[in-house]
């Protein structure tokens, strides 16, 4: 079941909604694009795009803190090279913007045409694309390398740096940092549903799990008959060491990300046994969240973030953010 109207007024709709629980934010017009009332244009702006169908990523951390603008297109899409530059003009006059774009060939294309276009008006713009997924193609065995919930952090540590005066080429080299030691790993149940038209979709039998799958219903590297939650958890925090090669007393931020459809009950067992693998290794966890902060609209499941910490990263977490979905 989708609680919607029509598809063809789905943004409309969203629109509707943001605007009465997010009175904060102020509604950029012919576009989804959301500024923060706040922002006074006095520091670097940090904006960030991507499709519907992921809330309350962006607009939920527009606010004091966090992200100053955020910019969003149809289910799954990302918004327009007009909307970006659209957007983009009526949060600066400075002339300056820093951007948080996903690893999707459609999101980063359009930036990039729209980074031009800005770039040829005499602006500057940086940006970083986020690319903490770590499941591979289940045939190729590459790295999938997709946007996915490590989002939320760099969204938070940026906002956090630009808010304390940090520069264009300062957010550009943070940001560099904080991708390459971001690793994100999901797992999807059955109940997962899209609507939409895609090449790469699945299906799932009542007791199948499926590894690795991707935000937009394209596939994972495997399916196995429903488990535990920590036997799933064992199976990201496997993954997830290959990738990361930690070491004892190494210190991480860890977000157990809610993709749809699971109860606060399951995110918190699951929560304990990931918590309890990575403390047996011996790694130390200052900061712990939890919660549906990047969801994917039809998706039953949930995901595994890790971030390396340098510091100030884990004060930038820890700092209050006044925004409506994160929540010190």
């Not at 509707?16 to 702006?45: E, M, N, W, Y």
């Not at 169908?53 to 951390?61: F, L, M, Q, S």
């Not at 997709?146 to 957010?171: C, D, E, F, P």
Request: hydrophobic share 45%; aromatic share 8%.
């Amino acid at each position: 079941m989708e609680l919607l109207n029509s598809k063809g007024q789905l943004l409309d709709d969203l629109r509707r909604g943001i605007q009465l629980v997010a009175p904060d934010l102020k509604l950029v017009s012919k576009t989804t694009g959301f500024i923060a009332k706040s922002f006074a244009d006095k520091t670097i702006p940090v904006i960030a795009l991507g499709g519907a169908g992921h809330e309350p990523a962006d607009w939920g951390y527009v606010g004091e803190g966090m992200l100053c603008a955020s910019i969003t297109g149809m289910l799954f899409k990302p918004p327009s090279v007009a909307e970006i530059i659209r957007v983009t003009k009526q949060v600066t006059k400075q002339k300056q913007a820093f951007f948080i774009v996903k690893n999707f060939p459609a999101d980063v294309k359009n930036f990039t045409q729209a980074s031009v276009c800005l770039q040829k008006e005499g602006w500057q713009v940086a940006s970083c694309v986020v690319n903490d997924d770590i499941s591979v193609d289940s045939e190729l065995l590459v790295k999938e390398r997709r946007g996915l919930a490590g989002t939320v952090l760099v969204a938070k540590i940026l906002g956090y740096l630009a808010h304390q005066g940090a520069s264009l080429s300062q957010l550009k080299q943070v940001s560099g940092q904080l991708v390459a030691n971001l690793t994100t790993l999901g797992v999807a149940f059955y109940g997962s549903e899209f609507q939409v038209s895609l090449k790469k979709e699945f299906t799932l039998k009542k007791d199948e799990l499926y590894y690795g799958v991707g935000v937009h219903g394209e596939p994972g590297y495997r399916k196995e008959r429903l488990r535990t939650s920590e036997l799933i958890a064992r199976e990201l925090v496997n993954k997830l060491r290959v990738n990361q090669r930690w070491y004892p007393q190494e210190r991480y931020a860890i977000l157990i990300n809610g993709l749809g459809k699971l109860t606060e009950l399951e995110k918190l067992i699951f929560t304990a046994d990931v918590v309890e693998l990575l403390q047996v290794e011996g790694i130390d966890l200052p900061f712990i969240k939890v919660g549906d902060l990047f969801t994917a609209n039809g998706l039953a499941g949930i995901s595994v973030t890790l971030l390396k910490l340098h510091e100030p990263w884990l004060e930038a977490l820890n700092a209050p953010a006044k925004t409506y979905a994160w929540h010190q």
